[in-house]
């Protein structure tokens, strides 16, 4: 991710002092922020405010944890030129979430997510309000809802099924796993989403992903608003613009052929093909109570390829990481997937609901792992009051979620992947229990759960059913290496290299 708050950015900071002082002394003393003085935090220097304590750390999950545990669950930062709320206790979380939710159902603006969102009218970023509402309800009727997640089935049980394949080619040879699971998971949401995707357009994820770590809201330009030639003196301007081209460039396309396919197919054809690209193109030619234009139908698409693919894969790559480092845990899984699955002698999904097991699984490394620890940035539209402080309209807040799902009030041995936790216990991951919401809570929780939820089983039912793992190069299974990258999206900051032995063959799918 571009938010390396190491030196890169102080030295920046410090360079663009220079045209912060100027702005200062042209400014007004007052300002609308002044009441968040109040709120406890650690000392701001000036111009950078607390820039300097993030330095040396690439994970801000981390810091901010580590910095609430001192100033508290309710810790106002400067970043930058920008005032930041960092929410760390279910407490101040269910006034954010909960009491005040459509006070901060809003996200703040950010350069680079206004230039690849077509100008915030994606549903991630889009200000909260009708024609939010209006993509979002699409988008979950027509891709991410229950009986739309069912209908998808046959293209997760083909793309798992070639994923697995495709590892059984390379048996006995250290495979980069995160690599093929990646590529799955995506294909699996491009293809739901709009039908089918050719290698070119599919090359465009990863100047999406480019993008979107460019949009975390931590990102200097975003930092130091009032600035406005940042964005040039960074480059990050010809950066987005050159990323804006190509994808938007494959976004044509795709259009244009779902265009073409209609042009040339009768209705009831069309009903039955319809994909989420073709009920956006037909809600624009029917007019409907939003108008939808063409570049508004390529932000939802391009939302659907950002927030499906990666996050999916992330949490399957981590689970298959802490069952690695865990091989008990590993064992039993394997055990329930394969006496589940023997009698068939392949993976399906008709057969889901016996795998109790794999689920507290999912739930764990959900917890551990959260894919957006720090869900994506919320904004106040009005001035409102929390925890007895004012908080004016406007106000930027982080709800750290990875800090929640280890705090030891709520969890024992809360650093331990202990899948058996779950057992018996109500707590899930729908937005009721703020001490576990790796999906967010309230108004903006994630429209994809269902469908992400669906990727992670099927995909590590795969992995555990046909292939026992082994580390590659004598590494013994406990010194598998955590570390996080950083990013808006933690993955892990090295791909994850197994061996795979085939242990169930495949056979003819009835
Ligand atoms: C395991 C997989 C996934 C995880 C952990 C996850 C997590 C999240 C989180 C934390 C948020 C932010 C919520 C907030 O700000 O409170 C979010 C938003 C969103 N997610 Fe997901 N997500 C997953 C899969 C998906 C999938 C598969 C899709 C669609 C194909 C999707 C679409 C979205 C969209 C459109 C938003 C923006 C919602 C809004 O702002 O109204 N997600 N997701």
């Known amino acids: 991710m571009e938010f390396e708050f190491p030196s890169t950015l102080i030295v920046l900071s410090f360079v663009v002092s220079m045209f912060m002082v100027a702005n200062l002394l042209r400014r007004k003393s007052t300002n609308s922020y002044s009441h968040l003085n109040l709120i406890p935090g650690p000392r701001k220097l000036p111009l950078i405010g607390n820039l300097h304590l993030l330095v040396g750390n690439s994970n801000l999950h981390l810091a901010f944890r580590d910095l609430a545990v001192k100033y508290g669950p309710l810790m106002h930062l400067q970043l930058g030129e920008v005032p930041f709320l960092i929410v760390s206790s279910v407490e101040v979380a269910n006034e954010i979430l909960k009491t005040h939710d459509t006070n901060f159902a809003n996200r703040p603006p950010m350069l680079s997510s206004g230039v690849i969102t077509y100008n915030y009218t994606d549903i991630a970023v889009a200000p909260y309000g009708e024609y939010w509402r209006y993509v979002r309800k699409i988008c979950t009727l027509e891709l991410l809802s229950v009986r739309r997640v069912k209908y998808f089935r046959p293209i997760r049980e083909e793309e798992y099924l070639n994923l697995a394949k495709g590892i059984a080619s390379n048996e006995g040879s250290p495979t980069n796993l995160s690599e093929s699971v990646y590529l799955s998971s995506f294909t699996v949401t491009a293809r739901a989403s709009i039908g089918n995707i050719t290698k070119e357009q599919g090359a465009v994820t990863s100047t999406l992903k480019e993008a979107v770590e460019l949009g975390s809201g931590f990102s200097i330009v975003d930092l ?14 010809f950066k987005l613009a050159r990323m804006f081209r190509q994808t ?27 994909d989420l690209a073709d009920v956006l193109l037909k809600f624009q030619d029917e007019g409907t109570e939003v108008r939808l234009t063409t570049d508004n139908i390529k932000a939802v698409i391009m939302d659907m390829f950002i927030a ?26 394997q055990e329930e997937v394969r006496q589940v699955f023997d009698g068939k002698g392949y993976v399906d999904e008709a057969e889901f609901h016996k795998l109790i097991y794999l689920k507290l699984i999912i739930r764990e490394t959900l917890r551990l792992h959260p894919p ?9 539209s009005e001035r409102c009051e929390i925890n007895g402080y004012e908080i004016p309209a406007k106000t930027r807040v982080i709800i750290n979620v990875w800090a929640l799902g280890r705090d030891p009030k709520y969890w024992n041995d809360a650093d331990e992947f202990k899948p058996e936790r779950f057992m018996d216990s109500s707590v899930d991951y729908k937005g009721n229990n703020l001490e576990f919401i790796p999906f967010g809570a309230g108004r903006r929780i994630c429209p994809g759960m269902t469908f992400g939820v669906a ?21 013994k299974n406990e010194e598998l290496d955590m ?11 090295h791909d994850l290299l197994l061996i795979p032995i085939v242990k169930r063959p495949f056979k003819q799918v009835k």
Not at 372 to 380: D, G, K, M, N, Y
Not at 483 to 493: H, M, N, P, Q, Y
């Open 224 to 237: 130091y608003p009032s600035i406005k030639l940042l964005p040039l003196i960074t480059g990050i301007q």
């Open 248 to 274: 938007d460039g494959v976004l044509e396309s795709i259009i244009n052929e779902h265009r073409a396919a209609k042009a040339t197919k009768t209705d009831d054809a069309m009903e039955r093909s319809e």
């Open 308 to 333: 499906g693919g990666e996050t999916s894969a992330t949490v399957v790559v981590w689970a298959m990481s802490e069952m690695i480092k865990n091989p008990t845990t590993l064992k039993r899984a």
């Open 372 to 380: 957006l620890p720090l869900l994506v940035p919320r904004q106040s």
């Open 455 to 475: 990727n992670v089983e099927l995909a590590l039912a795969m992995l555990l059913y046909h292939f026992d793992w082994e580390m590659p190069n004598g590494i």
């Open 483 to 493: 570390t996080e990258a950083t990013g808006i999206t933690v993955k892990r900051k």
